[in-house]
Every structure is written in C-alpha cells, then in structure tokens.
C-alpha cells in the first residue's frame, strides 16, 4: 500500500487520521466499540482487512475496546520506547495504520492484552 499522507487525510475523519497515521491515542472510554458485544469482524478502519474476530474481545476495564487475539497475520509490532515507557506498539500488517499497544497481562489462553484505540477499527456484524 502506496498511499501518500495527502490520500490518507482526504480518505480519513480527522480523529481517524490522528490515530492510525499519527500514532495518536483516543480518550478512554470514548469508544463506542467498547459496549459492542456483537458478533462479527473489527477491521482496520485504514483499509478493511479483518483484524480481529468479536470472539476474541473481552472487557479489559482499560476503556479501550480489548482483545487476546488477532487474526493471523493481520497484525504487527514494534517497539515503542517514547514518553518514557516501553511499550510494544501495534499496527496494521497491510496499511501500516496504528492500532494501539499490546501488554502481556491479558486473559488466557495468550495472556496478551491488545488495546486498541477504537476509532482505528470499524465493527462489520456478521448477519
Ligand atoms: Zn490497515
């Protein structure tokens, strides 16, 4: 994916933008995708590839929509070492757009916690 900053801010709301290209961070427990206990798919709101499956979401209490497990492949990390913590930060695999962090205090059975900021996903109902 080959998209220019300029694309990306024609094609995203603004709060989109500052998350996913700016590594922003949105208030907790603004999301609306944290009392989403539908089933279906959360998808990168960048470029639609499925991220992780409603049945691997739990209530993390964080205030950020919160799962144990991506779809493989869908996602990946790197670490993040500003304003002064370690943390490993998580982006989308195909369009690069940033997710949120991943910490190792997460339920079984992966014990991983991805927080994510949930105006970087959009929710697809399966039907
Ligand atoms: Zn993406």
């Given amino acids: 994916m080959s998209k220019t900053d300029d694309d990306w801010?024609?094609?995203l709301t603004?709060?989109?933008?500052q998350v996913l290209r700016k590594h922003g961070t949105e208030r907790a427990g603004t999301s609306p995708l944290n009392d989403e206990h539908r089933e279906g798919m959360f998808r990168c709101a960048g470029c639609g590839?499925?991220?992780?499956?409603?049945?691997t979401k739990?209530?993390?209490?964080?205030?950020?929509?919160?799962?144990?497990r991506p779809k493989d492949g869908a996602v990946e990390t790197s670490s993040d070492n500003s304003r002064?913590?370690?943390r490993t930060e998580v982006h989308c695999a195909k369009?690069?757009?940033?997710?949120?962090?991943?910490?190792p205090?997460?339920?079984?059975p992966t014990g991983d916690r991805?927080?994510?900021?949930?105006?970087?996903?959009?929710?697809?109902?399966?039907?």
Avoid: I
């Fill in 95 to 103: 369009c690069g757009g940033h997710l949120g962090h991943v910490f």
């Fill in 114 to 127: 991805y927080c994510m900021n949930g105006v970087a996903l959009k929710f697809e109902p399966k039907e």
């Fill in 9 to 11: 801010k024609r094609e």
């Fill in 84 to 86: 002064f913590m370690r």
């Fill in 58 to 68: 739990y209530d993390s209490g964080s205030g950020w929509p919160s799962f144990f």
């Fill in 49 to 55: 590839t499925p991220l992780f499956d409603s049945d």
């Fill in 105 to 108: 205090d997460g339920p079984k």
């Fill in 14 to 17: 603004p709060e989109q933008y």
